[in-house]
Each structure stands twice: as C-alpha cells, then as structure tokens.
C-alpha cells in the first residue's frame, strides 16, 4: 500500500513539474527542480525521478546540438544544467533564458556531476570527455552521437526501436548514424527473408557535413 501510494505521489507531482515547465521559463524551472531534487531524492530512489534528471549538452553549436536543445528545454524529464560550445562561449544559450554557453574541457565536464550527458562532438573528439567521466562520475549517463564507440561492445547500441530493453539498463549508449539508423529499421523486418547480406546505398545534403566551414559544406564548391 505504501508503495503504490508513493508511486502516485511520483505521478501526480512529475505531471504537476511537466505543467510548470509550459509556465515557467527554463531558468525558473531549472531552480525549482533543483529544489524537488534536494527534497525528495533522499527519501526515494533516484530512479523514481527521472524527470528530474540533471543533463549536461556539450558540442551544443552543431545541428544536433541545437535541435537537442529545442527537445529538451520543454521536456518534463531533465533540467539542463549547462551547455559547451567551444565557438560560442559567453552567448546566451537560445531558448535556455539566464543559460549561457560555456567552453568546458572534459575535466570541467567532468566535475560538474550530472546525472547525464549527451557528446554531440565531431567524431574521434568524445574520448576524453568520457575518460574523465569514468573517472570521476561512473554512473553519470553518457550518450554519444559520434561515430567514436558505435563499435564499442561495453556501449549500447542507441536504436530504441531494437534495442530498447538494453538502452535502459545503460549508462554508456552510443547513437547510431543517419544511414544505420535507416538500413537497420527498413532491413529489420525483412532480416529473415534476406539469401545474403544487404546492400544499402545512401544519399545525403551537405548539411550532412556538420556547421564548421569546410569545403564539404560550402554551397559554392559543390555547386558543380
């Protein structure tokens, strides 16, 4: 009985944060989560209070990043709690109201606690964020979106839509890519009828090639 009534109390107060958060600007939010958080994890289980889970975004310049940012400043389960942008830093975080970028080495990262953090870095740049995460913080959530543990079998595979069961026993969960992301769910439920291996072919636009300047994003290059 005592634990069906806290579990309403967890239902009935995370639909409550999820109304405040249409109603309250991010800063706002972000303080009065902060406060349920002190008052209520030590009574009980962390994992009751997902929707309160404190999340750190680093490489926040890029088309991931700021599509992430849009989810998550109204999402009713994570408070953000600080955003690096190595090209950016001092600017005001858009959508996140008293939240400014910061330029954050992976030590700094590290020492700030979070209860998750989400690499939206160019590939082969995640490593040291993670090292020093391990080191300090193991059980800090950690979602890659680089190609740089994909094939790391201690990670999991980030495709909910196959393997949703290991994602949530995760604490390292590496995102899949465009292209793997589209075979795997388009081959999936065709796997058992295949006489061989697939072959998938891939077209993408250029803004495939990430936000920093090169000549594989630039208009004019590609042009012809």
């Known amino acids: 009985m005592a634990i069906t009534g806290l579990g309403l109390l967890g239902f009935v107060i995370a639909h409550m944060i999820g109304n405040l958060k ?39 310049r890029g088309y991931v990043g700021a599509e992430l940012i849009k989810l998550l400043v109204n999402h009713p389960g994570f408070t953000i709690d600080f955003v690096s942008s190595r090209t950016q830093p001092g600017e005001p975080v858009p959508g996140l109201d008293g939240l400014r970028f910061e330029d954050l080495d992976a030590a700094a990262v590290a020492a700030r606690g979070v209860d998750a953090i989400v690499l939206a870095l160019p590939n082969e740049l995640s490593r040291p964020v993670v090292a020093a995460v391990n080191a300090a913080h193991p059980d800090t959530v950690i979602v890659d979106v680089s190609a740089d543990h994909r094939f790391d079998p201690t990670w999991a595979y980030g495709l909910p839509e196959h393997y949703r069961a290991e994602i949530r026993r995760a604490r390292r969960i590496a995102n899949p890519g465009c292209y793997a992301t589209a075979t795997a769910l388009v081959l999936r439920p065709l796997a058992a009828l295949l006489a061989g291996p697939a072959h998938a072919f891939g077209v993408s636009g250029y803004s495939g090639a990430g936000t920093t300047p090169s000549p594989r994003n630039d208009v004019e290059a590609l042009r012809d």
């Not at 972000?30 to 289980?45: D, G, K, Q, S, W």
């Not at 962390?46 to 404190?54: D, G, I, K, P, S």
């Open 22 to 60: 249409m109603y309250l600007g991010p800063e706002e939010f972000n303080h009065y989560a902060e406060f349920l958080r002190e008052l209520l994890v030590p009574i009980l289980p962390r994992t009751v209070f997902l929707w309160l889970m404190r999340l750190g975004l680093i490489g926040a």
